[in-house]
């Protein structure tokens, strides 16, 4: 069945560092693949998505890549902020149908 | 902004209770959506629905069902809850076209 994976259930760092969340999935569709972003005690809230192939996409400073040669869609960041501290997931909707796959998520803590 | 708010926010039931969770969407989406997050496990689907009258297993389906009784309403119903249903519970919202989600603020369930 299709999966998503995300390597790092925790990620600590400095204020104004960069940051890359790793995120894999596995389909045998064509994927839609989004990343979410929940804040403390909120819902979760939709903060990137994409279909295409090798084409970057931003959205508030985060950006990222779908890579169907590799199964990837890591998140990046250039200059973390403390208001970026929260959990990110990972998701895939294979071929774009109206199930969501969900990553188990990785927490990011920004320190001052 | 789409607009999904849930009923109760928590709630602490007994071990063989009935328990039934409600969601409301003034967004006018067809599909609608039930997921548990644990940590560690992320978002889990649980039963969705594509209108009015339709209700679908998720992942994780045994010991919940789901009611949809018109487009704005979908309920999770746990008939003998167990405390491995303990959990923070959302519903969400979306459609065909735009392939986003939008959740409720959650519901924290304890079953003692």
């Known amino acids: 069945g299709d999966s998503v994976t995300q390597t790092e259930g925790l990620v600590t760092l400095t204020k104004g560092l960069p940051v890359m969340l790793n995120c894999t999935y596995q389909?045998?569709?064509?994927?839609?693949l989004f990343w979410y972003v929940q804040h403390l005690n909120e819902a979760p809230k939709l903060l990137l998505k994409s279909s295409t192939d090798n084409k970057r996409t931003e959205h508030q400073g985060f950006y990222a890549t779908l890579h169907k040669s590799s199964s990837s869609f890591h998140l990046q960041k250039s200059s973390v902020q403390l208001s970026d501290s929260a959990l990110y997931f990972c998701?895939?909707?294979?071929?774009?149908?109206?199930?969501?796959?969900f990553g188990a998520g990785t927490k990011l803590t920004i320190k001052p | 902004e789409a607009a999904v708010t849930q009923s109760p926010r928590n709630k602490v039931a007994v071990t063989g209770g009935k328990v039934t969770l409600s969601c409301n969407q003034t967004?006018?989406?067809?599909?609608m959506y039930w997921y548990r997050q644990d940590t560690g496990h992320g978002l889990r689907l649980i039963h969705y629905?594509?209108?009015?009258?339709?209700?679908e297993k998720g992942d994780i389906p045994d010991g919940y069902k789901a009611s949809r009784p018109s487009q704005e309403n979908f309920s999770l119903i746990l008939e003998l809850a167990t405390p491995s249903q303990t959990s923070v519970y959302f519903c969400?919202?979306?459609?065909?076209?735009?392939?986003?989600?939008?959740f409720g603020p959650g519901t924290r369930l304890t079953v003692l």
């Open positions: 967004n006018n989406h067809n599909n």
């Open positions: 629905s594509y209108g009015a009258g339709s209700t």
């Open positions: 969400a919202s979306g459609d065909w076209d735009s392939y986003e989600q939008y």
């Open positions: 389909t045998t569709y064509s994927p839609f």
């Open positions: 998701a895939l909707s294979p071929d774009g149908n109206e199930k969501i796959t």
